[in-house]
C-alpha cells in the first residue's frame, strides 16, 4: 500500500493532505519545518516505511521507519502540534490554523483501519511525503 501526503510549509506549523488511491484519507498536522531537528521539526520529505507499535502512552500506532538522523518518528492522536507532539504526524478530520485541527481520534480510526489490513495481509505500507 502507498500512502501520499501532501504538505503545506507554515511558519507555525505543517498542514497536509493524506491520500491512498487518489483518495482522501484524512488531513494531517505536524511542527513546522525547521531542518530536521530533533523534538522541534517535522521530517523531511522522502519514502518512507510504515510498521505497527505499541505503548502504554499511545496503544496501538504506527512508527515511521527509516527517517534520516531521527528515531520513534510516531503517527498518532493530537489536535495540536506545537503542543503535543515532538516530530511526529497527527491524522485529524479538519485542519483550523496551521499546525492545528480537529477530531484526531477519529482520522486516526480510518486511517488504523486502512494500515492494519495491508499490515495484516502482509503487504508493507510505504508513507510518500511530498
Same mark, same amino acid.
Given at each position: 500500500?502507498?500512502?501520499?501526503? =501532501?504538505? $503545506?510549509? %507554515?511558519?507555525?506549523?505543517?498542514?497536509?493532505?493524506? @491520500?491512498?488511491?487518489?483518495? #482522501?484519507?484524512?488531513?494531517?498536522?505536524?511542527?513546522?519545518?525547521?531542518?530536521?531537528?530533533?523534538?522541534?521539526?517535522?521530517?523531511?520529505?522522502?519514502?518512507?516505511?510504515?510498521?505497527?507499535? =505499541?505503548? $502504554?502512552? %499511545?496503544?496501538?500506532?504506527?512508527?515511521?521507519?527509516? @527517517?534520516?538522523?531521527?528515531? #520513534?518518528?510516531?503517527?498518532?492522536?493530537?489536535?495540536?502540534?506545537?503542543?503535543?507532539?515532538?516530530?511526529?504526524?497527527?491524522?485529524?478530520?479538519?485542519?483550523?490554523?496551521?499546525?492545528?485541527?480537529?477530531?484526531?481520534?477519529?482520522?486516526?480510526?480510518?486511517?488504523?483501519?486502512? @494500515?492494519?489490513?495491508?499490515?495484516?495481509?502482509?503487504?508493507?505500507?510505504?508513507?510518500?511525503?511530498?
Amino acid at each position: 500500500m502507498e500512502l501520499f501526503l =501532501y504538505r $503545506e510549509y %507554515h511558519p507555525l506549523g505543517t498542514n497536509g493532505i493524506l @491520500v491512498c488511491n487518489n483518495s #482522501l484519507v484524512c488531513y494531517t498536522i505536524e511542527l513546522p519545518w525547521q531542518d530536521n531537528r530533533r523534538m522541534v521539526s517535522c521530517i523531511p520529505e522522502g519514502r518512507y516505511q510504515l510498521v505497527e507499535r =505499541y505503548s $502504554e502512552k %499511545h496503544r496501538f500506532h504506527l512508527l515511521v521507519k527509516g @527517517v534520516p538522523d531521527r528515531t #520513534l518518528i510516531l503517527i498518532h492522536r493530537a489536535n495540536h502540534a506545537a503542543k503535543e507532539l515532538k516530530g511526529c504526524i497527527a491524522p485529524v478530520t479538519e485542519l483550523t490554523a496551521p499546525g492545528k485541527g480537529k477530531g484526531s481520534a477519529r482520522a486516526f480510526k480510518v486511517l488504523m483501519r486502512l @494500515v492494519f489490513k495491508s499490515i495484516s495481509d502482509e503487504e508493507p505500507v510505504k508513507l510518500n511525503i511530498l
